[in-house]
């Protein structure tokens, strides 16, 4: 699913861009300080989150946009690992807000995450300091590719093993 005009969203900084995420599909948000999260691959990080390993990415990375430092955002959709939490850094977190009207954005436009970026908004109508006059809707659903999802399943797997042996 993807946030739509009057939806719900956490609204948030990538680089200089503003994004929008369904805030139905978060399931928690926190500082980055406050998770215990350490590097494993090249943009892949094990998020210590319960008793689990949470897969995580850095949104800025994926999008080609520079690394964010901010916040984790912990997600959960049925399409993607069949619901199983998975994690984005973001920058700053600046609101949660309902979309104002949303266009579709050509899925040329951001080649690299073809439909991950689905629509634009104006931002002069968010009571939130925004430094830009416009954001994107970031549809997690088609944020990860096939790759990702394929290391991100062996993160969880091999964390799996290793309860399985201590059990």
């Known amino acids: 699913m993807t946030a739509s005009t009057g939806a719900l969203a956490l609204l948030a900084q990538i680089g200089d861009l503003v994004i929008a995420i369904d805030a139905a599909?978060?399931?928690l948000l926190?500082?980055?300080?406050?998770l215990a999260a350490r590097r494993v691959e090249h943009n892949l990080y094990a998020i210590e989150l319960d008793d689990e390993i949470v897969p995580g990415w850095d949104a800025?990375?994926?999008?080609?946009?520079?690394?964010?430092?901010?916040?984790?955002?912990?997600?959960?959709?049925?399409?993607?690992?069949?619901?199983r939490r998975f994690g984005l850094r973001v920058g700053r977190c600046i609101a949660v807000h309902k979309l104002?009207?949303?266009e579709p954005i050509?899925?040329?436009?951001?080649?690299?995450?073809?439909?991950?970026?689905?629509?634009g908004f104006a931002t002069q109508l968010i009571a939130a300091p925004l430094e830009a006059p416009s954001g994107v809707?970031?549809?997690?659903?088609?944020?990860?590719?096939p790759g990702e999802l394929a290391v991100g399943a062996r993160l969880r797997a091999q964390r799996e093993a290793v309860l399985d042996r201590v059990t």
């Open 25 to 27: 599909e978060i399931a």
């Open 30 to 34: 926190r500082h980055i300080s406050d």
């Open 60 to 83: 800025g990375e994926l999008l080609g946009l520079g690394a964010c430092d901010a916040s984790w955002v912990i997600a959960s959709l049925p399409a993607v690992y069949g619901g």
């Open 100 to 102: 104002p009207a949303c």
């Open 106 to 119: 050509p899925p040329s436009l951001f080649r690299a995450r073809a439909g991950a970026i689905s629509a």
């Open 137 to 145: 809707v970031l549809d997690l659903s088609r944020l990860l590719g």
